[in-house]
Each structure stands twice: as structure tokens, then as C-alpha cells.
Antibody
Framework: EVQLVESGGGVVQPGGSLRLSCAAS????????MNWVRQVPGKGLEWVSL????????KYADSVKGRFTISRDNSKNSLFLQMNGLRTEDTALYYC?????????????WGQGTMVTVS | AGLTQPPSVSKGLRQTATLTCTGN????????AAWLQQHQARPPKLLSY???NRPSGISERFSTSRSGNTASLTISGLQPEDEADYYC???????????FGGGTKLTVL
């Protein structure tokens, strides 16, 4: 069974930092593009960042570019999101999600999320 | 630069609902949209790939299509458990980013 388990969320003051982690199991981790997607409770989904299978390519939403850094450790089947310079508008539930590379695949399996509150 | 979805749709039990998602030639019009279902307080679940095929285990009652820059999700034989939020998503080639619709809340009467 494919599982994604996020951790590392919490309450942080504006300007602070947090590092989110996602532990993956049940699939060949380094074959998949990994994503972070966030959702303010009661609101819609916002894509944050992605990293390809070997970690050589990363993309970011404009809203987090220069503040957040995505990384992965394929030896430990783990995904990370280093969040610096946090703002109140970064408050959201952060999901880790996988995606097979290329078309026609979509962001497929999602974790339960970890809540980040900036206040 | 997100995708456009109607905020809400209401249909009766056993009826058919069609949800729309409008983007542009850089995203939906380029290589289609994927659809996700999200029940209250649950993570999203992928319903369809961008070529309108369904992942394993997704009911045939869920079908998708595309015309130009607009993608559609049709849910036939509506059941109470279909009441949820539905999101479309697409890769935007000009932004190099995934974009989502704002979501449609489907109510089954």
C-alpha cells in the first residue's frame, strides 16, 4: 500500500523557519516526482513545489520562491520542505503527494497533511 | 493564473452532474486536466489522469472529457457519497507550475 506521512508542522512566528518531512513507502520512491501542495482549511488547493526523481530539478510557486527549498533523500525514501521567512499567509495544511513522471499522470497519492500555523 | 470552476453544483440522487474547468492554451488546452475528489477533512483523491483515463479502483460513474481549454467531469447515477469538493489540476507550461481550480462543491439532494 502506498503511504505518505508528513511531519514537522507546528506554530511559528512570522519570519521564522520550519522543516517539513514526508516519509514514503509502498512504491519505488526515486521513480516518482514528489510535490508539496497546501490548503488553507476550508479553502482550495495551492501547489507549492516539486522535485524530480533524482533531485536534479525543482520547481516552485511564485508565492514561495526564494523562501522555501524542496529536497529529497532517496536512500531514506524521504521528502523535505525547508520553509524560511514564513509569513501569516503561509498558514495552511501541507500535503506531500507523488506523481509518476510525464504525461498523462496527475498528482496522485496524497498524505494526510501536516498543519503549519504562522502567528 | 489558476483554473476556473463553478463554486457549487446541486443535483438530485441518481441524476447526472457535469462539472467544468476552464483554463487556457498553456495548461488545459495543452495537455488536459486531472480531477480530484476531496471529502470533508480528508486528503484529495485522484479521479482521472489528464488523458481522461481513470486510476485503478475509480468507479466508471466518473468520466471526463475536454474541449479546447475546458475540461469536464461527469458523474452519473449520483450517490450520497459523491457529495464532496472536486478540483481540476493541470500543468501550466508557461508558469512551469501545477495550477488548480478553485474547486466545486457538489451537493447531492
Amino acid at each position: 500500500e502506498v503511504q505518505l506521512v508528513e511531519s514537522g508542522g507546528g506554530v511559528v512566528q512570522p519570519g521564522g523557519s520550519l522543516r517539513l518531512s514526508c516519509a514514503a513507502s509502498g512504491f519505488t520512491f526515486d521513480n516518482y516526482v514528489m510535490n508539496w501542495v497546501r490548503q488553507v482549511p476550508g479553502k482550495g488547493l495551492e501547489w507549492v513545489s516539486l522535485i524530480n526523481g533524482d533531485g536534479s530539478d525543482t520547481k516552485y510557486a511564485d508565492s514561495v520562491k526564494g523562501r522555501f527549498t524542496i529536497s529529497r533523500d532517496n536512500s531514506k525514501n524521504s521528502l523535505f520542505l525547508q520553509m524560511n521567512g514564513l509569513r501569516t499567509e503561509d498558514t495552511a495544511l501541507y500535503y506531500c503527494a507523488n506523481k509518476r513522471p510525464g504525461w498523462p499522470y496527475g498528482i496522485e497519492v496524497w498524505g494526510q497533511g501536516t498543519m503549519v500555523t504562522v502567528s | 493564473a489558476g483554473l476556473t470552476q463553478p463554486p457549487s453544483v446541486s443535483k438530485g440522487l441518481r441524476q447526472t452532474a457535469t462539472l467544468t474547468c476552464t483554463g487556457n492554451s498553456n495548461n488545459v488546452g495543452n495537455d488536459g486536466a486531472a480531477w480530484l475528489q476531496q471529502h470533508q477533512a480528508r486528503p484529495p483523491k485522484l479521479l482521472s489522469y489528464r488523458n481522461d483515463n481513470r486510476p485503478s479502483g475509480i468507479s466508471e460513474r466518473f468520466s471526463t472529457s475536454r474541449s479546447g481549454n475546458t475540461a469536464s467531469l461527469t458523474i452519473s447515477g449520483l450517490q450520497p457519497e459523491d457529495e464532496a469538493d472536486y478540483y481540476c489540476s493541470a500543468w501550466d507550461h508557461s508558469l512551469s507550475a501545477w495550477v488548480f481550480g478553485g474547486g466545486t462543491k457538489l451537493t447531492v439532494l
